[in-house]
């Protein structure tokens, strides 16, 4: 069949029922606009999947930027246990007074792959754009009121180039707005130099892979989170103490992780990171990216715990995307987000989430619960 | 307010619209059966996100072990054009006869850091896992009739010991049964050899790290899909011809990743992943190590194009997790799998959609419609 | 014995003599200045290893803001068949009227990590580093009259923070220059802001390890060599096809490095590097960022192969460390280095030596003569 | 000028004298066999360069295998303050009672990449390999009676096949017996299944290439080594306590590390490497596998600092390559080995100096005294 001939996703669905005779009336089931997800959001439309929706919290934080805080995280998962142990890492962090936030914007990246051709056309390129940063900076903001250039970085070797161009989008996650403005620099590259581009997405950008130069670099928002934990906190809410719980943050986060090539340097950031971003409608696929990091614990000397987190790059938005969905814009509602900081704010309370979830399974780790953990939230019924 | 509280979504839900001034109507509409979701996928659980659900296909693929299967792909996602993108790639698939595919199951990981205090110890630990392996793979299989023990790596450095166990968790993805088995292993290393664990995951099995452990040795489920394009199917479907579409491939999957320190030599494995996983409830945090993988490209003499993708570390199951709630289930209905091969199958399916993926994408890229296309399929408002 | 009781370098070899009863005779044939060596270079001198010393050549360079020259390349090295094999690649190159060479200096670097204790002295430590690099600039600059402060990069998490600064060392390598300036540096910024650096060296130089900091944001010098090869000479000299030779380049050196989580997407990069820097007196422990790089390959319409390798962070320098010894500073004199450009035109002699390697070995392995290379250089008698 | 046609070394330094109107007389001043080392080690040979020789140690170790064992460790080194370095961590290893060593062989490897045209090709050949490991042993062992294969790894994607065999090379570093035993399988398999290779060395082995394969699956004889350090000695010798030591390892090696995408986790240990490899003939491109690795540090209860390296890949021989040249020679000789062990004992004295330069230099860094040590040891006359 061809989906495209359905003009509504309800033909559409009963078309493949008829045709693969299944019935899909879960997926039937649905309260977004239709009409606009399935010009928006998604082609060949039959409906939709639902995901369990929890909510951690309250979470507390300090933004510096912003009076302390308490938010509620919408997680949406169908892991079980991972909602329980954000909610016991918040639980902590409240009872310490809140984690200190804290984020920067790096910017959305996408830029081309030029064929240069030879290293004489390369130098030529390079030249080019080093001279005429202006001239990108204007090109590039005339394709969106939105967007506003921020700086390049240009790599060349043998008959390629690459540049990777990073913009501020504004309160949106932003890659349409970056490939747009990454087009409109390239077409004006292509003219004036005459070298023409290969492809408007090179890989250096780069766009949902795991990568150093997203780590080292960054990539969307940066963000970061503390907690001092005392020694009460961390006997009564989690169970354990703060030189027993570095000793595996050690062991696993820092010398597992480097035994095993890994970007990533904790427990769990992506289970966090995935799914509050699909609870808030932004791109799941940039969890590949937004899960790099590091997560940091030191023992204070009356023996409090010093952890922190540390993301790189967090590519998030509160409009576009999939943030326009009903549903994912009652989820973001409930953040009850600053108008001014948005995007900022929205990454600082990710960072706090993700510090709330490393400090709860590292501790379960540590004192040997988690199996036990996992069977209680249910999920030993699987075996 | 404390979540725990409540003894349903409902009333949950209620209490938080009531506390927060917000609505959540949306959220509470659902289908799933909600007293089993909130004691197995989701705690706190205040009702569900939906994502829209797309269909692609046919996909015709081969896998050497069944009869040759025409496929819908149901793909969830807020990012308006993938789908379409895939459908396209399909269709070059289809009327290229079909893409061949091949998976081989490598086993979940799961597996313990020890602290052995020194190199004696560690010497110790690792003869004793060496002489026992029988005896592991005993303990191990008697905590579920569904897991069989694979192999062991074993790795000790100073004062720590590491070891990655990979299990058949059968139709699981099985995390949860790997965890319960290494967690009988290690409490039976511990008893024999008196040398204690600090964690049950050591980081060294790795779980939803970008790492090169799992890109090298692999997790999970390998899988692998190719097809050739001809010259016309090419120019046709895809609007390219072979050779542009190479240089586009070289310069960006593989100089382009090169150059940014990347562990996907690809286009956009991960959004067709995640896009997957969402849609047949597999644990979206594993698109971090599931979007793992290169794609390769070959102009045969007579201009048609060899293709191909190879995805070292999906994780995936069909039982258990999120794979049991209804619009999920509706999602791998739709696959109509075949009973004996199940999850290597789903691995196969998998690999054949991000086959149809990337074919489209570096076409669009080659062709430079990337713009185009995404203002086509309505990205362009969100500017 | 304690070697320091012993005034001079004949002396101390003897009684080492004695007391192991072993002859020392071939170490104790040296002919530089010992009193200088042991001094400058080498503590507890006891005399000098000899390693053979080949020339390869003439290389023909064009750097673009030198006239053509012919380089004879020295060679230190111990491994049979590498100095015929980058001869080879030598006269290919010549014959092909020279490879075209550019260089750029980033700088070396060097950079403390201090402990911030936590977010917001990590912050203060940011924004005083941002107002005040003019102050840093000029103590760096105070430390050497030959070194200039280029530019700084700034990460922070949790408690700690890393920079990495970037300074021109003129004619030498520059890592003492580049860290006595990091030192005074670092002591004006505890000054300043009364936060402490744990270690002037922080690993986020990042010196002497293979990293993808150094790969993606350079180190010393970054290098460029290309040539288009002509079918003739690819048949002639190197007995291979343009075709043969960048399937084998593709397979080994993109896919093979990519399959292996390989930082040099080369064929032999290291082999090269290290038998030049001991020739001319670098410090043989930059081998490991020296090698990283990429080797690109490209068949063109009239069958002739256009080749070019990349070399990202090549530490160099032709005063200090090793040069000044007179076996090294006879070989740096054979390559009649242009005062002016002098370390620059040593990283285009090294790029330019780089190119012939990779272009021979990669033939041979073509062409399958690899093994019968090595017997006839003699290595086959170690058998 | 054309080397060949110059008959013996002498003659063809004088003519290059000539040609370059340069004097050449320190690099005509060596003592090994010229015919041998232009026929084994090195083509067109003019001479040798000479690099100051040094001593550390002694360096206690106990290898649980040989008696406990003083050793003098011969550097070679141009970079003054290294052998200093190293000597002082020797002696607290010493004071110490000793640092514990241990060594294990995994192999040489080496292997090709096939071309296998398609999946069918790739599942063909894998399941001729599985199959044929008898074979494939038989026919390795043949080309070398001090050859043993020990096991091999298979990886194929879309059109390719790689495999990476492992040797034991006895006393020799193995390249060339690797390379020769690769040869004949690979001829073997091109026959039996009629699969071609592209390259007899696919980059999958992997040499000379900082790669994550290595330190993950590692190569040729993986090292360790620990002491313990006493609170007297650390503050005595190294004039320092074992919490500030701890710190900086931990912002350093582990932190700073991950922060700059590295793959060695430790301060310096090329520079041991690089030394000690010079020193005793191994292959300097070695350098780069070989300076993979991990330090580990733990504060004990005593306030004693537990301190180990681990090094994944060290490339070693005594015999072949350049440890028959007469200065390398007799700086194995300084080593007097064990006849029985030779090759796992070079590699314990290896992972025992490499702990000593850790030690050391990770106590100035701490202590704040690198630049100081650096200037005394005359590298500040370079400034």
Redesign the interface.
């Known amino acids: ?1 061809d ?1 495209r001939g359905y003009s509504n996703v309800d033909l ?1 669905r009963k078309a ?1 029922e008829k045709e ?1 005779r ?6 039937g ?4 606009d239709a009409k606009l ?20 919290g ?1 979470l507390k934080l300090k933004s ?1 930027e912003l009076p302390v805080r308490n938010y ?1 995280i919408p ?10 142990s954000v ?1 016991r890492g918040c639980k902590a962090i409240c009872e310490s007074n809140g984690a ?1 936030v ?1 984020s920067y914007r790096v910017g959305a990246t996408r830029g081309p ?1 030029f ?1 240069t051709g ?3 056309n ?2 030529k390129l390079y030249k080019w754009v080093k001279v005429n940063e202006d001239k990108i900076k204007k090109i590039a903001e005339k ?2 009121k ?1 967007l506003k250039f921020k700086k390049l970085k240009f ?6 180039a ?1 540049i990777r161009f990073s913009f501020d989008t504004g309160d ?1 996650m932003g890659m ?2 970056a ?2 403005a990454a ?1 409109a620099i390239t077409e004006l590259i292509e003219k004036e130099t005459g070298i023409k ?21 960054h990539r969307g928002i940066k963000a ?1 989170a ?1 907690v001092v934990l005392s020694e009460k906190i961390l006997k009564e809410i989690l169970k354990i103490d703060s030189e027993k719980l570095f ?2 943050w ?17 427990a ?4 966090v ?3 509050f971003y ?2 808030t ?1 932004q ?3 940039h ?2 990216e937004g ?2 990091g ?1 997560t ?1 614990m ?1 023992v204070m000397p009356d023996k409090s715990l ?5 993301l790189p790059s967090l590519m998030l938005g509160i ?4 943030t326009g ?7 973001i ?2 953040l ?1 987000l600053d108008k001014k900081r948005s995007v900022l704010e929205l990454a600082e309370v990710v960072a706090g989430s993700v510090l709330a979830g490393e400090i709860s399974l ?1 501790s379960s ?2 004192e ?1 619960s ?2 036990k953990a ?1 069977k209680k ?7």
Chains 1, 2, 3, 4 share one sequence.
């Open positions: 069949m989906f559409r493949l693969l299944v019935k899909l009336s879960h997926i089931n649905y309260s977004f997800a399935s010009t928006k959001n998604c082609e060949n439309m039959i409906g939709a999947v639902q995901i369990p929706l929890g909510v951690a309250p510096g509620y997680l949406a998962t169908t892991e079980g246990a991972l909602v329980a909610n200190n804290y792959v064929y030879n290293l004489k390369e130098r394709t969106s939105h790599a060349g070797l043998g008959n390629y690459f949106a349409n707005m490939t747009i087009q581009s290969l492809s408007l997405a090179g890989n250096y950008d780069v766009d949902k892979k795991a990568s150093w130069m997203n780590f080292i670099n970061w503390e000793d595996v050690l062991a696993k986060c820092m010398i597992g992780s480097a035994m095993s090539g890994s970007l990533g340097f904790n769990h950031f992506a289970n990171i995935a799914a699909i609870a409608g791109d799941p696929a969890v590949v899960s790099l590091i940091t030191k010093y952890t922190s987190v540390y409009i576009g995307g999939g969905l009903s549903t994912q814009k009652e989820a509602n409930l009850k590292l780790l540590a040997n988690l199996v996992h939230f249910g999920r030993g019924e699987n075996l």
